[in-house]
């Protein structure tokens, strides 16, 4: 969504929504009764649209976003918790439908609008017309580390306080007492004048024939006691036990299982299926070609190619019946290209410096380059990267009566209710999407590719049909984290101060603030070129944070040992301007003992990133022994604003650490011949249990707007393991992953691009 000014969402808004200050049947939560048959069943009262009571008082929050494991769903229950003053002992989750009330409208003011207080009386229309414009973009994702510092701030939250005083005013009402004598505790309603006491229950059904108000007054983070403390993930238990329901989970009447395959070059046609063996297996029930599919919605729209499927009684017998057929692909103009002809295309393309797209300019960083007595260059590159979630990509489907349901882990179910609707010729009201909990998503479980094939066999075939792709088709039909070149030039004046900034790099996708720095420079000069290529490419985790933060963070470190100034006091000198990064970094700093000396063949390295409204700043130390590298500990400090669960933002900065770790390490997706190479973990390796560092992770609630957590640890481990690496042996890496670097060779003088 980045790449949406302000001027154009409201003028979207105004197209789908007639204006901000009309438009008032558009406000959210108020068709209570519309929604009642989708999320509340017998016992259960639907106070609010994110909130329903049942009558043995247990509160229900109904979230809008996926569990991919992240405990997303947890903190935002901890959020309607805290301002319902609700037991938490009696909380439970629940995911929202995929229903166009459910939509993504807090995005709005949590994104768009961000910082920017309306009236009150303006709030539920802003609110209405972005939900209809969510709607109608079918817009219910999860990504971005949104939930919590989105959802959660403009839609929980407010849902929780607002259901609050529903129960206060029915209640004062029944009891006719003032509204400000009723006091709320621990899921009941008080009044002590009475010596009243009453369950929420008890005033559900009243409560919900009123109004909601949309601006009710939240608590001060003072009188939290949910919000702020390490509450159990709800999504733990069920997981240990094994009732916990993925898409894989699911069993139809009838059901038959497929798995499919793609062409290995992008995007080639079927040109001949020899079937015949796949067929005389014993369970092989057929052999589907599966036609291209495509969506262009923007978020999670694809562009997928035919397919082969084969149709069984089993998994593994259509795996088998995979593996006989005989599969001849057209021919497409991509079928030499190679990673090498990639980069070699790429460094073409910054050498045209007329075709370059600025990002950012300050000062005249060209005439101060010009002008500089020391300039320091250094270029970047790194490799396309698979998303390789442990649960393999599959689901469900089943077309009745002209109604399709949709069993699928995704991270944007109305979406794919649309591009599912599209591809099989049905009206979106007709096809439903029951969303479950997702093994790891990591941006690939935003595109429908696979939950479109599922719908098209189960169409052929005429029965509920489960499609499972194998780690193959998955590491080789990827939407790939992209691959890209970033140059840089810097001017150093006498005293090593950094006098310019100029950079250059291939292709900007999001989010567009991903190649700025926080750093004090004069002269600025930010730019890319695009490049295209057939590799399909998508959402990573942290996007293009993850390129730029291994950039910028590794170029800094370059330019503070050419100045011959310590790394983190060079940094601390160019954020004297910026407090807050500068409090993050010296946590980081100090908490993993950077002043300390190190043994010989050891070294440390540090980063600082800015991302998804957080700041993270990491220590990497390394141990180097022969050119065998051993990452031994990695402090990190976080400054989130405010960690709703604290915890669950411990985790996540570990979990993003390993999977950026894993990357800067193993992750390397090449092509050859116009198709990748890899294929299953045996050669897009992963990081074992036995390499994992020790990781301390230092929350710093600063008290500025929440931040997310899910992303925001992996940008910057790469940068910090490259610049322990050179304190260690004085050997600087400018490209990824670390296992095509030989370190002793490295040491021995052999140059990089040999090695």
């Known amino acids: 969504m980045g790449k949406w000014t302000r001027r154009a969402f409201l003028s979207a808004a105004a197209l789908t929504g007639g204006g901000i200050v009309v438009g008032l049947a558009m406000r959210p939560g108020r068709r209570v009764d519309g929604l009642t048959p989708l999320v509340a069943g017998e016992g259960e009262t639907l106070v609010h649209a994110f909130i ?30 805290e301002e319902m003053d609700a037991d938490w002992s009696r909380i439970v989750v629940q995911e929202a439908p995929a229903h166009g009330e459910y939509a993504f409208y807090s995005i709005g003011r949590g994104f768009q609008f961000q910082g920017l207080n309306f009236p009150d009386l303006l709030v539920p229309t802003i609110d209405g017309v972005m939900m209809r414009l969510a709607d109608s973009m079918n817009l ?35 009891w006719h007492v003032p509204l400000q004598e009723v006091v709320t505790e ?22 919900a024939r009123q109004t909601p108000s949309y601006t009710p007054t939240l608590k001060q983070p003072a009188d939290y006691r949910v919000m702020g403390r390490s509450m159990p993930r709800l999504d733990i238990p069920p997981k240990v036990d094994g009732t916990a329901r993925f898409a894989l989970d699911i069993r139809r009447p009838g059901m038959v299982y497929a798995t499919v395959m793609r062409a290995p070059v992008f995007g080639a046609p079927v040109a001949r299926v020899d079937d015949t063996a796949a067929l005389a297996i014993d369970g092989v029930i057929a052999v589907i070609r599966v036609p291209a599919a495509q969506s262009k919605d923007r978020v999670g729209g694809f562009s997928a190619g035919e397919s082969v499927a084969v149709v069984a009684d089993s998994y593994w017998t259509a795996t088998r019946g995979l593996r006989a057929l005989k599969v ?37 960083a060209k005439r101060a380059l010009a002008a500089a007595d020391s300039v320091i260059s250094a270029d970047y590159r790194v490799p396309y990267l698979a998303h390789t979630c442990m649960e393999p990509l599959n689901a469900t489907a089943e077309i009745t009566d002209g109604q399709c349901s949709v069993w699928v ?69 990827d939407f790939y984290r992209p691959a890209s070149v970033s140059q840089f030039q810097a001017a150093l004046a006498e005293d090593g101060e950094v006098v310019a900034w100029m950079n250059r790099y291939t292709n900007k996708f ?51 040992v050419a100045a011959n100034h310590d790394p983190y006091e060079y940094r601390a000198r160019l954020l004297e301007d910026k407090p807050r990064h500068l409090a993050v970094l010296k946590t980081a700093a100090e908490r993993a003992d950077w002043q300390k000396p190190l043994a010989v063949g050891w070294g440390r390295g540090i980063s600082l990133q800015e991302c998804f409204g957080t700041i993270v700043a990491q220590v990497v130390e390394v141990s180097i022994d022969d050119g065998a590298l051993s990452v031994e500990r990695i402090v990190a400090a976080v400054d989130i604003g405010f960690a709703v669960s604290p915890d669950g933002t411990v985790a996540q900065i570990e979990s993003a650490i390993a999977y950026g770790l894993t990357a800067a390490l193993y992750g390397e997706i090449t092509l050859e011949n116009g198709a990748v190479v890899q294929s299953n973990f045996h050669d897009y390796q992963a990081l074992r249990m036995a390499e994992m560092p020790n ?44 296992k095509d670097i030989n370190l002793r060779s490295l040491v021995e003088g052999k140059s990089l691009l040999d090695s």
């Open 140 to 174: 219910q994702i999860t990504g971005g580390s949104m939930s919590v510092r989105v959802t959660g701030r403009y839609s929980m939250q407010v849902a929780g306080a607002a259901t609050r005083d529903l129960l206060r005013r029915a209640a004062a009402d029944a």
């Open 695 to 738: 990781v301390e992770t230092h929350i710093i609630n600063s008290g500025h707007s929440m931040g997310g957590a899910g992303e925001v640890g992996t940008p910057g481990v790469a940068p910090a393991l490259v610049n322990a690496i050179y304190d260690a042996i004085g050997v600087r890496i400018r490209k990824l992953p670390l």
């Open 186 to 207: 621990n899921s009941h309603l008080l009044h002590a004048g009475t010596s009243r006491r009453a369950p929420y229950a008890e005033f559900a059904g009243a409560a």
């Open 52 to 81: 329903k009571i049942s009558t043995d008082n247990t509160i229900t929050a109904i979230v809008p976003h996926g569990e991919m494991g992240q405990g997303a769903q947890t903190a935002l229950a901890q959020m309607v918790a």
């Open 409 to 477: 882990g995704c991270q944007n179910p109305l979406g794919f209710r649309r591009a599912i609707a599209a591809a099989i010729d049905f009206e979106e009201h007709n096809v439903t999407v029951h969303n479950q909990l997702m093994g790891g998503a990591f941006g690939r479980k935003s595109r429908a590719d696979w939950a479109v094939q599922t719908a098209l066999i189960a169409k052929a075939i005429g029965r509920p049909v489960q499609l499972i792709w194998g780690r193959e088709e998955d590491v080789r039909q």
């Open 328 to 364: 001849e692909w057209g021919m497409t103009p991509n079928d030499s290209v190679s990673s090498h002809s990639i980069f070699d295309q790429f460094d073409q393309a910054l050498a045209a410096e007329t075709d370059v797209i600025s990002d950012h300019v300050t000062g005249d």
């Open 510 to 560: 999001e989010p567009p603030e991903a190649p700025l720095i926080p750093y004090a420079i004069q002269h600025q000069d930010i730019g890319h070129v695009e490049s295209a290529t057939h590799v399909p490419g998508g959402a990573w985790r942290s996007v293009d944070h993850s390129q730029h933060g291994f950039y910028t963070e590794s170029f800094i470190d370059e330019l503070a």
